[in-house]
C-alpha cells in the first residue's frame, strides 16, 4: 500500500494558460508562483504552503475537450475555511457566470462551477466530522440551501454592544 496523505496538487490541460489563471486569481485567490512564458503557469491557493496547488497547460484554441461522460478527471473540489465563506463564493460565482450548481451531501456543502475551457470544479464546506452520518451509509444528495445551513453553522453573532 502507498501511504498517500492528501492530494497535492493538480494540474489541467486549458486552451489559453494565463486566461485560465486570470481567471482562478480573480475567483479563487490564487497567486501566481512560476509563469513559463505563457505555455504553463502555476499557482499557489492564498496562504497555502504547497510550492504549488494548480498547474496550467496551454494546450492551444482549438484543442477538443472530451465529452461529459467520457473517462477522465470529473472535477477538482476547493475547500472554504467557514460556510460563510461558501455563501461568499456562491455569490462571486454566480456574478462571474461560473456558478453551475449547489448541493448539500450532508457531509460537505457544495456549489459546482467550469472555468473557461470548461473543467469543472467544485468549492466545498466540510461539515464538522462530528455531524456526519454513519460512514458506509450515503446521506444522499439534497438542495443546498445556503442561508439556512448559516443558521445551522455559521459563526455566532457576537455581544450585543
Not at 461529459?68 to 456574478?95: F, K, M, N, Q
Amino acid at each position: 500500500m502507498i501511504p498517500v496523505a492528501k492530494l497535492n496538487h493538480a494540474v489541467l490541460y486549458v486552451r489559453d494558460a494565463q486566461v485560465a489563471a486570470e481567471f482562478y486569481a480573480r475567483l479563487f485567490g490564487f497567486e501566481v508562483v512560476d509563469n513559463l512564458g505563457g505555455r504553463a503557469v502555476f499557482m499557489r491557493a492564498g496562504g497555502g504552503d504547497n510550492h504549488h496547488d494548480l498547474g496550467l497547460f496551454s494546450v492551444g484554441p482549438n484543442a477538443p475537450r472530451a465529452p461529459r461522460g467520457s473517462t477522465g478527471l470529473y472535477h477538482l473540489a476547493w475547500e472554504v475555511p467557514t460556510i460563510e465563506d461558501l455563501a461568499t463564493a456562491a455569490r462571486e460565482l454566480s456574478a462571474a457566470g461560473a456558478l453551475g450548481g449547489a448541493s448539500d451531501h450532508g457531509v460537505s456543502k457544495s456549489l459546482y462551477g467550469a472555468d473557461p475551457d470548461g473543467n469543472e470544479f467544485e468549492i466545498m464546506w466540510r461539515v464538522p466530522r462530528e455531524a456526519w452520518v454513519d460512514e458506509g451509509k450515503s446521506a444522499g444528495i439534497a438542495p443546498l440551501d445556503i442561508d439556512a445551513e448559516i443558521r445551522r453553522w455559521g459563526a455566532p453573532a457576537g455581544p450585543a454592544a
